[in-house]
């Protein structure tokens, strides 16, 4: 063969590589419009904790940030039994919601840039989850602790 031919194989070996590469990377479904999310915490890696705090009306607060890989940050939140404001920020480039089923509460969805702040009145010492339902099945989850 001569060079230019074999050039020219190589550069089309390569391109149609390429296009199975991308082909293999789109579902089927078309589930995933993006890949942002890494959908396993990376190991070794400590969760981030935080303790609500009373704030001057005297209701317990606490700000939750949403990260890039699809991560609560803290992603385990303590506090005592009776009305908790959660404001949860989105600083990252996909849109989140927040939600603590168990407890009846959701978010509007949350777009880059924004926060919104949900209230909850927890009566009951116990353990909660929270979520964001659009990354969940990527590890975008938490706990809730009162007591």
Known sequence: MSGSVAGRMRIAVAAAAAGA?????????????????TGAAVAGEPSVSATAQPAADGVQQVVIDTTDDNHFRPDAVFAHPGKLRITITNPSVVPVDFAIPALGVSSTTIFSGNSTTVTVDVAAAGSYSFVCTFHAHEGMTGSLVVS
């Open 21 to 37: 590469l991308t082909l293999t990377a789109c579902s089927p479904s078309g589930s995933r419009a993006h890949v942002s999310g």
